[in-house]
């Protein structure tokens, strides 16, 4: 009796000194590794087979434990009622843990406890994640991306469910079923998975015209997000986060292993309400957030996490936009029924990190054990506890919005503006990003055959306004070339000194350098990590060929018949076309020749081809540091072709 006290005073102790006692997550952490194999009820199994009567018998009935294991497996993969189904939206998602810090004191402009103190760490989790694909579909699509957010404050959840991008397709929640079933696969043959590349959606977005500025920003490189550690999230409705941290490739991988190294992605949350021109209203920047921990189980977490955005904390209110109100109605109901129970806030992800007492009772897979005969309000038995909390001594704060109106259908004047928005977007990039949105609209609109769309009429309400930080492009530079991927193509006979040093040069700046080679394993000293077969160039964000003889080059510039499906000159053209920095070497510039690069970048003007981000040297070392700058300013477009017919 006495030892438990002390644990229960020790515990009371602890919560007391330190900072964030509850990590529901961390305290659900199983870990089998070591330990001895049991089943559900805890009994010690002895046997891997099922128990059978004689070595060639029957399997008996009365084997509780083949039961129990083919039970759970079946009902997890087939039972509608055991297995969660994937979300409608958003199916396809990578989860990871960090934490917020406000950067000062804002309580001139919010009550929120989170943004208050700059000592706080308020824990947060992130779901990244794709729009349109199921959940096995691919990343790398052209789609919009989500980014949501939940903060475990002191005083409850707080879910920001934003996006990748700062508008959205429709003003009223009332349209989201149209608008998802345009874009999901088409219902007839199933196709095509995670993208708008046709006929429903280019029918709905020719027809409903508010789409207009959002589908030019999932036309630009937004779109496209070379990384989830490289995006800007965007509440939408209410709040905006920027970036700070740049980077790499496939995005699922890509934030696992920059977790892992330690490169913690961060990002920093600032306030716009709607889609205020920057230019009139700069955006204020309020705190930082990193995520430093990659999960631990990605079903329990990422998987079972319940965004919504009603989970709101005092300080925060909603606005009367119609598809945020929308948005508070559809998500309750989303989650109810993909987790199948009402109790799902009891799974230890979605529980938040400060107490919760309430009269909910009873349901599926309820976890809690209530204590006493009281599940009422107002009661005599328990003092009239759980109390409610007036506004001012810390209960949620309500904005008191003064509405009136008639009940009706149908929106003020100014929701029929679809194109000023969209034209000074377009306006706001640069000339590079103007032709990926028009390279991007013929693509998509290509492949939806037979609209007969008739063009808008009066598109130039915006024709000469332009505003700030639209462009990707002009974003500030990164400073250095941390996370960045470099490939070093090899052969057997390349110069192993001049690949060595190459290495060594950049992964000493934090970059990831990977040798590609034709085989996995040891190559004359090098470690290759990846093949012309396991690989290809838009992984990387730069490439570098190092000298070495003749032979070498002669085995990678011409004998295609070795790589039959990515061969190492492809790579090069690939790496050119896409506008990435390339370095060569002594006579690693042959391979850039076989690649068919223009032949005034072999001219051995240095100038030139620091413009064209191609740079050749005798020595690896010499060409380091241009290499280096190229790699910073990530993308030369100018060698890509401007279509003097683009404008719009
Ligand atoms: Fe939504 C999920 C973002 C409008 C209905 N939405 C979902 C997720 C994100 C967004 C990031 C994934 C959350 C996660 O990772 O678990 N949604 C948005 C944004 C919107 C938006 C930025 C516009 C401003 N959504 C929207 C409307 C409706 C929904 C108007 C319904 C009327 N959204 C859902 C949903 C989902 C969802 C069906 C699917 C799975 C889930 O909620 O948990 O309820």
Redesign the pocket.
């Known amino acids: 009796m006495k030892s438990i006290n002390l644990i229960i005073l020790l515990s009371t102790l602890l919560s007391l000194c330190v900072s964030d006692p509850i990590d529901p997550v961390k305290e659900a952490i199983v870990v089998d590794a070591g330990t001895q194999e049991t089943t559900q009820f805890g009994t010690k199994i002895n046997n891997t087979d099922s128990l059978q009567a004689g070595e060639r018998g029957p399997t008996l009935l009365q084997d509780f434990f083949l039961r129990e294991k083919v039970m759970h497996f079946a009902d997890k993969l087939t039972n509608p009622k055991i297995r969660i189904p994937e ?4 199916a396809r ?1 990578v989860g990871a843990h960090g934490y917020f810090q406000t950067y000062k004191n804002w309580s001139s402009l919010t009550a929120a406890k989170f943004l208050q103190d700059p000592n706080t760490k308020t824990p947060v989790f992130v ?1 990244f ?1 794709t729009v349109l694909g199921s959940k096995g579909s691919p990343d790398t699509v052209r789609d919009v991306r ?3 957010t939940r903060f475990y404050t002191q005083e409850g959840l707080w879910d920001l ?3 990748v991008i700062a508008p ?1 397709f ?1 003003q009223d ?1 009332i349209k ?1 079923p149209d608008l998802i079933h345009t874009a999901k696969p088409e219902p007839d043959r199933e196709v095509p998975q995670g993208g708008t590349s046709h006929c429903t959606a280019y029918d709905f977005f020719s027809q409903h015209t508010e789409s207009a500025h959002t589908v030019m920003w999932a036309l630009s490189g937004r779109g496209l997000v070379k990384s989830f550690r490289q995006v800007e999230g965007f509440g ?2 209410t709040m905006r986060l920027k970036r700070l941290l740049v980077d790499i490739d496939f995005h699922r991988n890509d934030l696992y292993n920059a977790i892992e190294n330690g490169d913690f992605p961060e990002y920093e949350l600032g306030d716009a309400t709607k889609i205020i021109p920057e230019s009139i209203i700069p955006v204020q920047i309020l705190g930082k957030m990193t995520l430093n921990r990659n999960v631990e189980n990605f079903f329990s977490e990422t998987e079972q ?3 919504h955005l009603g989970h709101i904390v005092r300080g925060i209110t909603f606005t009367d936009d119609p ?1 945020l109100q ?2 508070l109605f ?2 309750t109901d ?2 109810v029924n ?1 987790m199948n129970n009402a109790n799902y806030m009891q799974i230890p992800i979605n529980v938040p990190h400060n107490p919760v007492h309430n009269n909910q009772r009873d349901g599926y897979s309820q976890h809690r054990v209530f204590k006493g005969k009281v599940s009422y309000f107002p009661n005599k038995l328990q003092d009239n506890t759980p109390a409610v909390v007036s506004e001012k001594d810390g209960g949620y704060l309500e904005y008191p919005e003064k509405v009136q109106g008639r009940e009706q259908r149908g929106k003020h004047g100014k929701f029929f503006d679809h194109f000023s928005q969209a034209q000074l977007f377009y306006n706001s990039i640069t000339t590079a990003e103007q032709q990926q949105v028009v390279d991007g609209a013929r693509f998509e609109i290509g492949k939806s055959t037979s609209l007969g769309a008739e063009p808008p009429k009066d598109l130039y309400p915006n024709a000469n306004k332009t505003t700030v930080n639209l462009s990707i492009e002009n974003y500030p530079r990164p400073k250095n070339i941390k996370t960045k991927k470099v490939a070093i193509l090899t052969a057997p006979g390349i110069d192993v000194k001049e690949a060595t040093a190459m290495f060594n040069l950049l992964g000493g700046k934090g970059a990831y350098v990977d040798f590609v080679g034709l085989k996995m394993g040891d190559q004359d000293g090098l470690n290759i990590t990846q093949t012309y077969i396991t690989t290809a160039s838009v992984l990387y964000e730069a490439v570098y060929v190092p000298s070495g003889t003749q032979e070498a080059f002669d085995k990678l510039a011409s004998d295609t018949s070795a790589f039959p499906y990515d061969e190492p000159a492809s790579f090069i053209f690939d790496t050119y076309r896409h506008g990435k920095p390339i370095a060569a070497s002594g006579l690693g510039a042959a391979l850039l020749k076989a690649a068919r690069l223009p032949s005034y970048l072999f001219e051995n003007n240095f100038q030139d081809q620091k413009k064209h981000g191609v740079i050749i040297h005798e020595k690896s070392l010499k060409l380091g540091q241009a290499f280096e700058e190229a790699i910073l300013k990530q993308r030369f477009w100018i060698r890509l072709p401007i279509d003097p017919n683009a404008s719009m």
Do not use: K
């Not at 979300?87 to 958003?90: D, F, L, N, S």
């Open positions: 979300r409608v939206v958003h998602g779901r994640s989500g980014f949501a469910v934003g996006n959205f429709i929640a989201f939408v409705h996490v319940t965004f598809l929308g948005r559809s998500y989303t989650q993909r």
